[in-house]
């Protein structure tokens, strides 16, 4: 299975951009679909953004589309989460996460991925 790390968390202030990479490794990158989730204390564990393995089909969540974009580097082993107009409600812990599928589906519940990251934190002042 592939490991994720991701990095790139902080706390910034309502308005602000933040981005955030996942740095994969132990696998062959482009044979899995990536995506990111969050988790708010409290609450599940909720989609955010998915990737297919070329790049070419994205998903977000309702939440966050048109302020979200997720992108992947093939070359570099890399997906990355640019999170601009950051609101409070943002706020949560962040996971890179990756499931092995050769379709372009983008899976967007938790149990259909099976390697996670450890998670990073973002905070969102109001």
């Known amino acids: 299975q592939v490991q994720l790390v991701e990095s790139g968390g902080g706390l910034v202030q309502a308005g602000d951009s933040l981005r955030l990479s996942c740095a994969t490794s132990?696998?062959?990158?482009?044979?899995?679909?990536m995506g990111w989730f969050r988790q708010a204390p409290g609450k599940e564990r909720q989609f955010v953004a998915g990737?297919?393995?070329?790049?070419?089909?994205?998903a977000y969540a309702d939440s966050v589309k048109g302020r979200f974009t997720i992108s992947r580097d093939n070359a570099k082993n890399t997906v990355d989460l640019q999170m601009n107009s950051l609101k409070a409600e943002d706020t949560a812990v962040y996971y890179c996460?990756?499931?092995?599928?050769?379709?372009?589906?983008?899976?967007?519940?938790?149990?259909?991925?099976?390697?996670w990251g450890q998670g990073t934190q973002v905070t969102v002042s109001s």
């Open positions: 990737i297919s393995t070329s790049g070419g089909r994205l």
């Open positions: 996460a990756a499931v092995y599928r050769l379709t372009i589906m983008i899976p967007r519940t938790s149990d259909e991925y099976n390697s």
């Open positions: 132990g696998g062959t990158f482009t044979n899995y679909i």
